[in-house]
């Protein structure tokens, strides 16, 4: 059996006692995978954005993955940051909601109120998000049918301004 080594502050480490951590912008950890599952940093980054669009925000937002002894990790159960990990959150607009259409790849922020991990009643007729450029009938805030996918920079330049 082949085994993997890293090289770790110039000594080699096996992969058995390493991990990939995702590092915030704040320099906190905040998420680590065994290193035996991915074995390049490539690997490590689809492991923990779920999509190429995630990953070239998270990159742009300072994010970054790095392979550490397992005996170095010191994720914390909260980051006290300010913003938290480094970030400021999307905005929000009171009536408005962060969902995705069907078969959607970007979030839109669209002038509903949709319960978490549910779709938006039937009978809303075709609803436009704020940025005008994406509209249907059924939204949804389901974590399944968000996880991968960004937000519209039109809806977050919107709401961030306050006009529809």
Known sequence: MTKIFYEIDGEPVSAEKCMWVLIAPCGCECAWSVAKY?????????????????????????????????????????????????????????????????????QHLVPLVIEKNSLSPRNQGLVRAICGRSEDYIWSTWRSDLDGRVECTACVKAAKGGAE
């Open 38 to 106: 991915w074995t390049t940093e490539d690997e490590a980054w689809d492991g923990f954005s779920r999509s190429k669009a995630v990953r070239r925000r998270d990159e742009k937002l300072g994010f970054r993955v790095e392979i550490k002894r397992s005996t170095e990790i010191r994720i914390k159960d909260d980051c006290p940051h300010v913003p938290k990990f480094g970030v400021e959150p999307r905005p929000e607009l009171e009536g408005h909601t962060w969902a995705v259409k069907s078969e959607g790849r970007v």
